[in-house]
């Protein structure tokens, strides 16, 4: 192995480069094993350090994003017994969705894979380059409520207006006050045609509209997400009662899920 020596670390630290350093005697040995020239030797360092601020990048979006489960379209089960139109969701994996700004909404009961499709859909987008925000519904509102002690607002409402993708997890659990609709309705507003945004719900739309204290906004923001939005209705039974401890050795005649091999990073 050769030796770096302490004046060219010096050098990579002061142009930033010094993620280098723990690879490059490998590469310096592996270019003199292979007689590769100064310059296919430099390109192959640097190529190096691309990837790795790739990943960091990649690693760093996922973490800001604040999904409470880190799932993946590589993982996920398409032949599981829930009827949706996996054809529609296949089309928003391709993410044109985002820059063409528009939204997606996933709509079925309990356990169906809502929220499953929503982060896999956020988790594709942060390896694409796109900043995500993922948080449920309640935390939305909540932040808004806390931040009128402070004075904070506007940097809230800045927050949620920032990211390229906003998913808005459990959309309609209660029944919302007028603050609440106010603030829901200012959040949908302001992205709409901006930035894309993504919401799961154990209601129909259709039943969106007596959830908001004001119909009249509860009319104007649903209006925008349904004539924005790739609307996705699952049925089927839950996932969670599939996942109970136990359920597989009760019923030995279900297969496991196919393998998928990884896509590359």
Known sequence: MLDVKPSLKTVLTRLKLSGLVPTLSDRAAYAQKTGLTPLDFLELALQDEIERRDHLSVATRLARAGFTEPHTFEEFDWDVPVTFDRDRVRDLLNLGFITRREDAIFVGPVGVGKTMLASALGHSACRAGHRVLFLRSDDLLKQFHQSRADNSTERVLRSFLAPDVLIIDDFGL???????????????????????????????????????????????????????????????????????????????????????????R
């Open 174 to 264: 209660r029944r919302l006050n007028a603050q609440q609709s106010s603030d829901f309705y200012e959040v949908i507003i302001e992205r709409h045609r901006r930035a894309s945004t993504i919401l799961t719900s154990n209601r129909g739309i259709e039943e969106w509209i007596p959830l908001f204290d004001d119909p009249i906004l509860a009319q104007s923001a649903l209006d925008r997400l349904a004539h924005n939005g790739h609307q996705v209705v699952l049925e089927g039974p839950s996932f969670r009662s599939r996942q109970r401890p136990g359920l597989r050795t009760a019923l030995p005649a279900d297969p496991p899920p196919p393998r998928r091999p990884r896509r590359p």
